[in-house]
């Protein structure tokens, strides 16, 4: 099946068909289908612009924790196939984006005091963009596993690749800064923030006005500023958050508050995950909110924490009107999406982890 051929099977899954959806080639700064910076010079000898491209519907996909430790070092030599065969549902959304819970160093000195600390080399951004995945967030527990220098060494291999990164930056300004992107029409903004920090390295690790880190989401008002400074301009805001508790299948209050306070600052999709299970999803007046989606690409899942899967949103108008979860179970690491009545059982215990979040089914 073509790329065209797996987009419209993908927008399928959600509920409609977006002709030609993700049909083009990720850039390093641009999302598959999206739309370049219009030039500044005349068109003919009117000197008017081009028309901007009318909104069309768009497929955002998420995946969750990702990282390239034990089996998976090895798959970093071959990017093509390093995702293992989810890399097909990422390719043919218009827009992928999965959490990076690793340092991107080959140095640095190991955080104190951490049981486990992961970093993975510079290549694993070019694993991922092979993959289909378009952006990244680095904010939550691992992003700053090597301390100051593993942060430098991050800061620069986004730099040389040009792949986008949210959630750390030199100081706070650059962490909590949106990466914008156009994508058919649609003019996106994303943010990336953690609500994890071990508790010794909170200070280390926080961006601040005079450090490099992470922007932390312990800090509403910091929060709450972020998503009203990416709303100026943008169609819609995205939030990704690394939240909630380990193996706890239903959101904490804390993360519950976070998310209101966001929708009502502007953000239309709020998600991410820590948890290592997924957790459940749904509508909040006119905001999509996903509190935990699991494992992604993990070498140590198993058991419960290796339930996994793809989070697709249909947007249209600024808006999320499907959602659709495809499930995937963890197998040496890798998500492997599941088919058939597993699936289909799957689907319904995801959609029961709903009942504790105070979510809707369906957008008001």
């Known amino acids: 099946m073509g790329r065209r051929?797996?987009?419209?099977?993908?927008?399928?899954?959600?509920?409609?068909?977006?002709?030609?959806a993700a049909c083009g080639e990720s850039g390093d700064s641009e999302a598959k289908g999206a739309t370049p910076p219009a030039s500044s010079g005349s068109k003919g000898s009117g000197g008017t612009r081009p028309a901007p491209s009318a909104k069309e519907p768009i497929v955002l996909a998420f995946?969750?924790?990702?990282?390239?430790?034990?089996?998976?070092?090895?798959?970093?030599?071959?990017?093509?196939t390093a995702l293992g065969p989810v890399a097909k549902q990422l390719r043919a959304a218009d827009l992928a984006m999965v959490?990076?819970?690793?340092?991107?160093?080959?140095?640095?000195?190991?955080?104190?005091?951490k049981q486990f600390t992961f970093r993975a080399p510079p290549s694993a951004f070019k694993s991922l963009k092979?993959?289909?995945?378009?952006?990244?967030?680095?904010?939550?527990n691992h992003g700053m596993d090597y301390m100051e220098g593993g942060?430098?060494?991050s800061l620069a291999a986004i730099k040389q690749t040009g792949f986008p990164v949210v959630g750390i930056g030199k100081n706070a300004d650059d962490a909590y800064k949106p990466y914008r992107v156009t994508v058919k029409g649609n003019k996106l903004a994303i943010i990336g923030a953690t609500q994890v920090l071990d508790d010794n390295l909170?200070?280390?690790w926080t961006a601040t006005d005079t450090k490099g880190g992470l922007a932390s989401a312990k800090d509403i008002p910091r929060m709450v500023q972020a998503v009203k400074e990416a709303r100026k301009g943008s169609d819609v805001v995205i939030v990704h958050l690394h939240w909630g508790a380990e193996l706890q299948p239903c959101p904490l209050p804390r993360q519950k508050e976070l998310a209101q306070k966001l929708a009502e600052a502007g953000a239309d999709i709020v998600v991410g995950g820590h948890a290592h299970i997924p957790l459940g999803g749904g509508y909040m007046n006119n905001a999509y909110v996903h509190y935990?989606?699991?494992?992604?690409?993990?070498?140590?899942?198993?058991?419960?924490?290796a339930k996994s899967g793809v989070l697709f949103l249909k947007v249209e108008n600024g808006k999320v009107t499907k959602d659709k979860w495809s499930p995937a179970l963890i197998s040496g690491g890798l998500p492997i999406p599941m088919t058939g009545a597993a699936a289909q059982t799957?689907?319904?215990?995801?959609?029961?982890l709903r009942s504790c979040t105070g979510l809707s089914a369906r957008p008001s």
């Open 5 to 20: 051929g797996k987009a419209v099977a993908v927008a399928a899954m959600v509920g409609v068909a977006l002709t030609g």
């Open 63 to 80: 995946g969750g924790d990702t990282h390239f430790e034990g089996q998976l070092r090895g798959r970093l030599g071959q990017p093509s």
């Open 99 to 113: 959490n990076l819970e690793t340092a991107i160093t080959t140095g640095g000195t190991p955080a104190p005091g």
């Open 130 to 140: 092979a993959a289909g995945v378009d952006v990244v967030s680095m904010a939550n």
């Open 151 to 153: 942060l430098r060494d």
């Open 202 to 204: 909170i200070q280390a």
């Open 292 to 305: 935990g989606m699991g494992n992604f690409v993990f070498y140590s899942a198993s058991g419960q924490t």
């Open 346 to 352: 799957e689907v319904k215990r995801w959609n029961g």
